[in-house]
């Protein structure tokens, strides 16, 4: 059996497919969870130590103490385009690199993220629990009656990669007037290529009769959908969350709903996930589902692989795929 002793020693935090773990192994010793536990701080701290890289899934928290207890560590590897998990500053102050995943999950996020939109207007979740329960005895004409989907007007809060996926498929394929907000206006083209407007935040709540949400998340977005922002919406709008819990107010949602202040909402993240707000789990009007968004075996296996091609690009030959440090210039 073949040494592995003089390999860079790397983590794999979760459970992931057999063959990311052959593409790892050719490189790197690596430890892998194959049971798929969720480490508590304390093992994560004690799995890592005289590793230089670690696969993560976009959930284990990489800031300054643990790098401060991690000091071979050169590399933090998300398997996700999202990297709140990642204290950024603290990486780039101790040498340490993070990467994401970016674009290979693009279009698999926006298919998923009209799904929840069609399901919300068209009240599918709340009309399914009502026939298996038994209700269903006869037909009426305003029963589950829900929103306009084609010819409505979406509105994107977000309007990256993602947010541009979902306004073509919402202009094109249901001929819906599509206006946005983000922090800067698309170029000219994108904006002609997407058919989208860029308008105010105020106009984006008080127009869109369909909000989705695909910002990132940050100090700056957390809470940007909160009870004055949910008051400014037409009663008969719904709002779509597929970019990170923390941008909503999940109890001031949950109200809102209550109270029919929006219609419905749609949510695939969640505060604190996997905890749900017990309050949303109470209202009928929501479509709830485990952050499944990028859940294709394809787009996964292309996430993962993203991952290894950053730990095998940085590691191995001295530059990674997708670097997220600003002004990063630490060779492996």
């Not at 593409?23 to 536990?37: G, I, K, P, Q, Y």
Request: with cysteine; hydrophobic share 45%.
């Amino acid at each position: 059996m073949t040494s592995t002793s003089h390999k860079p020693r790397i983590l794999v935090t979760r459970a992931i497919f057999p063959q990311v773990i052959d593409r790892l192994s050719e490189h790197f010793e690596v430890e892998t969870n194959l049971a798929d536990d969720l480490w508590d701080r304390a093992e994560l701290l004690r799995r890592l130590q005289g590793k230089v890289g670690v696969f993560t899934t976009g959930v284990e928290r990489i800031d300054a103490d643990l790098l401060a207890q991690c000091p071979e560590l050169k590399i933090c590897a998300n398997m996700t385009v999202g990297y709140n998990n990642f204290d950024l500053d603290a990486m780039t102050a101790a040498g340490v690199l993070g990467t994401n995943a970016p674009d290979v999950l693009t279009e698999t996020t926006a298919d998923f993220g009209f799904a929840l939109l069609m399901a919300t207007a068209r009240r599918v979740t709340e009309s399914e629990h009502f026939l298996r329960a038994g209700h269903w005895t006869r037909w009426s004409y305003d029963m589950f009656s829900g929103a306009e989907v084609h010819g409505s007007t979406l509105g994107i809060l977000g309007m990256g990669r993602i947010g541009q996926a979902i306004a073509r498929r919402g202009a094109f394929g249901f001929g819906m007037q599509v206006i946005y907000h983000n922090r800067s206006p698309l170029s000219a083209a994108l904006e002609l290529e997407c058919k989208a407007r860029y308008v105010s935040k105020q106009e984006l709540l008080t127009t869109a009769d369909h909000l989705v949400l695909v910002v990132p998340y940050s100090a700056a977005s957390h809470h940007s959908i909160g009870a004055p922002e949910l008051a400014m919406m037409k009663p008969t709008s719904t709002l779509i969350n597929i970019a990170r819990g923390g941008i909503v107010d999940d109890a001031a949602l949950a109200q809102a709903l209550k109270n029919r202040v929006i219609a419905a909402a749609g949510l695939d993240v969640f505060e604190g996930e996997p905890s749900v707000h017990p309050d949303l789990l109470t209202v009928p009007n929501v479509v709830l589902t485990p952050h499944i968004a990028s859940a294709t075996e394809g787009t996964r296996r292309a996430m993962a692989d993203l991952a290894v091609d950053n730990l095998v690009g940085f590691l191995v030959h001295g530059r990674a795929v997708t670097p997220l440090n600003p002004g990063f210039t630490a060779a492996a």
